[in-house]
């Protein structure tokens, strides 16, 4: 699937204005310096998805990562956390132009990303520790979206023990009571 736009990042908007910055921090979330993901994860997070309200560089954000998971097959808990945080976000009435027309932030960033769920789900499997939680953090918010991710997180569970398990019940529980307020 790849990337599908290829993003002018001086024309995208950030909290703090343009995002020419943008893709030194995107190289960084995925370093193999934990400290350096973090911080890259800290800035991004202020940046393009402050408190929650998305800015149109998300969506550059979320096809770069998303492109990152294909071509890998997995992410960091730093990008999975990126990716949940972007899944939930609301753009507020703030758009991207794309192939001539206008499209919601938030919507972009769900269509992106509930597009790659075979890939979700099989990083899922392989998954461990905080990658693990960040996976299941994002299955967990997407089942208002897409009811299909509480089958995920339940075969998760049936093949999971202690921790992970744990973690896998956690996402199922926010999973359906996402589902039940959406119906």
């Not at 995208?12 to 030194?24: E, N």
């Not at 550059?60 to 492109?67: P, R, W």
């Not at 996976?135 to 023990?161: D, H, Q, Y």
């Amino acid at each position: 699937m790849g990337v599908l736009v290829e993003w002018d990042w001086s024309r995208l908007s950030t909290l703090t204005g343009d995002a020419k910055m943008i893709p030194r921090l995107i190289d960084e979330i995925f370093s193999e310096r934990p400290q350096e993901r973090s911080s890259a994860h800290g800035s991004l997070y202020c940046e393009v998805v402050n408190q929650g309200s998305l800015y149109s560089a998300a969506a550059g954000v979320a096809d770069v990562i998303l492109a990152e998971l294909e071509r890998r097959g997995d992410l960091s808990a730093e990008a999975w956390y990126l990716l949940d945080a972007m899944f939930r976000g609301t753009s507020h009435g703030r758009t991207v132009f794309m192939d001539g027309g206008e499209l919601k932030i938030d919507d972009y960033c769900r269509i992106r990303i509930m597009g790659m769920l075979p890939l979700i789900e099989d990083a899922a499997t392989g998954a461990m520790g905080e990658e693990f939680q960040g996976i299941v953090f994002l299955l967990g918010g997407m089942a208002e979206f897409c009811p299909a991710v509480s089958e995920i997180l339940e075969r998760e569970i049936a093949a999971s023990t202690g921790e992970r398990k744990i973690i896998a019940e956690g996402g199922l529980s926010e999973a359906l009571e996402l589902i039940n307020e959406s119906s």
